[in-house]
């Protein structure tokens, strides 16, 4: 199992470049979620998914999109890259534990992340 | 006010010294208790999971969840160099209590020197 697999793992853009975060896993999970990670604020939820054709928005959604067409892909697009969005960019996905109570946890793995520059 | 508060540090400590790394929270519906582990320039993966209260353990590493005090703790005893990582705490009140999607803290960074 390859686990989470993000590509690229670096990116240097353009203000006003758009483009597109690539996210895979290969274990089934039913949840998919993107976080950006920037020095002393944390991890902080941009988009999430439960499942095919259903995305919600998190914590710091504008600028960006995000769909899914299959259970596996979850890519983040951006639109418009600001200077704003340099950023590091995880996605994680977990299993939605739907089992029983103490499975409920939303335990997530990680891919290895994607450094974003936006000159 | 965060609803997880945790000290970004850095901590720093002789290797074979015992860490304690902390996080309070605000929820009272947090049941599922996380502790991540983020060496340099990779993604987070996880270190501990606990269910609702009490201790659990698991090599040098004890975790700790005081829901009283709304209060969790990560234990490393005899630290080593390997140990030197930020550490983030995250949970969630779980797909049953209403909200699977887990809420981190801001993360400890450790350094562990020789």
């Known amino acids: 199992n390859a686990g989470v697999t993000q590509t690229p793992k670096f990116q240097v853009l353009k203000t006003g470049q758009s483009m597109t975060l690539q996210c895979a896993q290969d274990m089934n999970h039913e949840y998919m979620s993107w976080y950006r990670q920037d020095p002393g604020m944390g991890l902080r939820l941009i988009h999430y998914?439960?499942?095919?054709?259903?995305?919600d928005q998190g914590e710091v959604p504008n600028g960006y999109n995000v769909s899914r067409s299959t259970t596996e892909d979850f890519p983040l697009r951006l639109l418009s890259a600001a200077p704003s969005q340099t950023s590091v960019y995880f996605c994680?996905?977990?299993?939605?534990?739907?089992?029983?109570?103490?499975?409920?946890?939303?335990?997530?793995?990680f891919g290895a992340g994607s450094r974003l520059t936006v000159l | 006010q965060k609803e997880v508060e945790q000290d970004p540090g850095p901590l720093s400590v002789p290797e074979g010294a015992i860490v304690s790394l902390n996080c309070t929270y605000s929820n009272s519906a947090f049941q599922y208790f996380m502790w991540y582990r983020q060496y340099s320039r990779k993604g987070p993966e996880l270190l501990m999971y606990?269910?609702?209260?009490g201790n659990k353990e698991d090599g040098r590493f004890t975790a700790q969840v005081d829901k009283s005090s709304k209060y969790i703790s990560l234990f490393i005893r005899d630290s080593q160099p390997s140990d030197s990582a930020t550490y983030l705490c995250?949970?969630?009140?779980?797909?049953?209590?209403?909200?699977?999607?887990?809420?981190f803290g801001r993360g400890t960074s450790l350094i562990v020197h020789p």
């Open positions: 998914s439960v499942g095919a054709g259903i995305t």
């Open positions: 606990t269910y609702s209260s």
């Open positions: 995250a949970m969630s009140a779980g797909l049953w209590g209403g909200s699977y999607i887990p809420t």
């Open positions: 994680a996905s977990t299993l939605m534990g739907i089992r029983d109570t103490s499975s409920g946890a939303n335990v997530l793995t």
